[in-house]
């Protein structure tokens, strides 16, 4: 995990970098700020180094030319196009019955968005800093915006490690109606070859690849997966549509899709 970065601001936005130095070193993250004249696409083509920059928008993740958030306003015009019906992940999560839900695998959170928007009470967990902090400041930005105000009230950040927190919950006899998987590196499941033939990741997820690491079981969400059945009356695994099943379990029920599926687990 990335202990240590450069940031990258112009002298205008100095003290919200400061602002995001603080917030990172108490995340145990060693943040460097470099203030330098313009913060251009010239100069993310020339420092193709993972890095953070801060400009008036906020922090973003740098790396090739290219810089990420998690934008959330731009999922405005998806979700106003949203229904209960229309979207598949609605009907997988049960959405219509307005769950409490925990999406335990984070990404950029544009999922949990639209559950949210769709009337789910969303517990978001994110165990990497950096990725949290995106995060964070995301749903900072949208509290007062007109149309996404009400939609960020239902969404909760906790950073956490996604497995520990559940077993806090196991541990505390706490339920839930759904938990939500979407896994970040199905590519490497056994059908490798047919996945990777679908479209090439977009440019966010290339700067996510980048930040998060891809080693060990917890990417994969095995191990989510069985503590998530303890806790949930209902587990939702997004999967691409031909990847293999999490742990190799069976599921219930499925929800499929052109590109990918929704794989049901129910509690008995």
């Known amino acids: 995990m990335v202990s240590e970065i450069r940031l990258f601001t112009e002298p205008d936005n100095l003290q919200k970098a400061q602002h995001y130095q603080a917030v990172l ?92 928007y769709l009337g789910a009470q969303v517990t978001l967990i994110e165990r990497h800093p950096i ?18 105000a009400k939609v960020v009230e239902r969404i909760n950040l906790v950073f956490s490690d996604s497995a520990a927190y559940l077993q806090q919950q196991i541990q505390q006899d706490h339920h839930f109606d759904v938990i939500y998987l979407d896994p970040m590196f199905p590519q490497r499941d056994q059908n490798q070859q047919a996945i990777k033939k679908q479209a090439q990741v977009k440019k966010q997820m290339q700067l996510l690849h980048l930040l998060l690491p891809e080693d060990g079981e917890m990417d994969l969400g095995d191990d989510l997966l069985e503590l998530a059945i303890q806790l949930a009356k209902r587990v939702i695994v997004k999967r691409p549509r031909l990847a293999v099943y999490l742990a190799e379990r069976t599921p219930d029920h499925q929800w499929l899709g052109d590109a990918c599926r929704f794989d049901a687990y129910f509690s008995k």
């Open 25 to 116: 070193s108490s995340r145990l993250v060693d943040v460097n700020i470099d203030v330098i004249e313009q913060l251009n696409a010239r100069f993310l083509r020339l420092n193709p180094e993972l890095a953070l920059c801060v400009d008036k928008q906020g922090l973003w993740l740098s790396a090739n030319g290219m810089k990420m958030q998690p934008d959330w306003k731009a999922e405005s015009a998806r979700l106003k196009r949203a229904s209960l019906k229309s979207e598949m992940i609605a009907r997988a999560c049960n959405l219509a019955e307005k769950p409490n839900l925990i999406d335990a695998t984070a990404g950029l959170g544009h999922d949990s968005l639209l559950m949210a």
């Open 131 to 148: 990725l949290f902090t995106l995060l964070e400041d995301s749903k900072r930005q949208n509290e007062h915006d007109p149309f996404l």
